[in-house]
């Protein structure tokens, strides 16, 4: 069935590039998307990427998709202690809207100052 | 302001009785549905809808029941709760299935 794989924790220093790394399964997804959660909050649609691109870059974030792999990955640059949280790598299941979406685990990082 | 808002935020209840969390929005979105988040498992769908009157299982709906009467609203229904339904539950909404837009949760512990 359809799986998405996330690594759970990342750690770096504050001002550094944050890398998070997600695998899926379901080739035939419209969106990917990236959640940001934060400690007692709620999901925060961070950004996302239409299945035709390859890149999309949104101030700090830059989003890369390799098809081919099957590889998503989310890259923070000048990573701030704000930008501690948990991020969920997700996709659309399959080609039909059923509002449903194929979580990670999600990742956690951790910004030291 | 658009937002989907969760009732209530935290709840602790006694296995068996009977409880609901409420979810409406106010985007006059289509779709909404219900996520359970638990540890190293991420979130999964418990159930959704597409529309009004329009709900269907999503993969972990046992012991859940859902109803979409007006388009704002998607209430989840535990009609006898217990220790494995413990757990933090998202309700979420989209105008087209995709970019969903979540609550903030609701911790419910079962004791």
């Known amino acids: 069935g359809e799986d998405v794989e996330q690594s759970l924790f990342l750690s770096v220093r504050e001002g550094d590039s944050s890398v998070i790394n997600c695998t899926y399964t379901?080739?035939?997804?419209?969106?990917l998307y990236w959640y940001k959660q934060e400690p007692g909050a709620g999901l925060q649609l961070l950004t996302y990427?239409?299945?035709?691109?390859d890149m999309k870059q949104d101030q700090r974030l830059t989003v890369l998709l390799n098809k081919k792999d099957k590889h998503l990955s989310l890259r923070i640059a000048d990573t701030q202690t704000g930008d501690s949280a948990i991020y969920f790598c997700?996709?659309?299941?399959?080609?039909?809207?059923?509002?449903?979406?194929?979580f990670g685990q999600g990742t956690t990082l951790q910004v030291k100052p | 302001e658009a937002q989907v808002t969760q009732n209530p935020r935290y709840l602790i209840t006694v296995t068996g009785k009977k409880l609901t969390v409420t979810c409406s929005q106010n985007?006059?979105?289509?779709?909404m549905s219900w996520y359970r988040q638990d540890p190293g498992l991420g979130l999964r769908q418990i159930y959704y809808?597409?529309?009004?009157?329009?709900?269907d299982k999503g993969d972990v709906p046992e012991g859940y029941k859902v109803s979409r009467k007006e388009k704002r609203n998607f209430p989840l229904i535990l009609e006898s709760p217990s220790p494995n339904q413990t757990s933090l539950y998202f309700c979420?909404?989209?105008?087209?299935?995709?970019?969903?837009?979540f609550g903030s949760g609701t911790q419910l512990s079962v004791l």
């Open positions: 979420a909404s989209s105008a087209t299935g995709e970019k969903l837009f």
């Open positions: 379901d080739s035939s997804s419209t969106y």
């Open positions: 990427i239409f299945s035709n691109m």
């Open positions: 997700a996709e659309s299941y399959g080609s039909s809207n059923t509002g449903k979406l194929i």
């Open positions: 985007m006059n979105h289509e779709y």
């Open positions: 809808s597409m529309n009004v009157e329009v709900t």
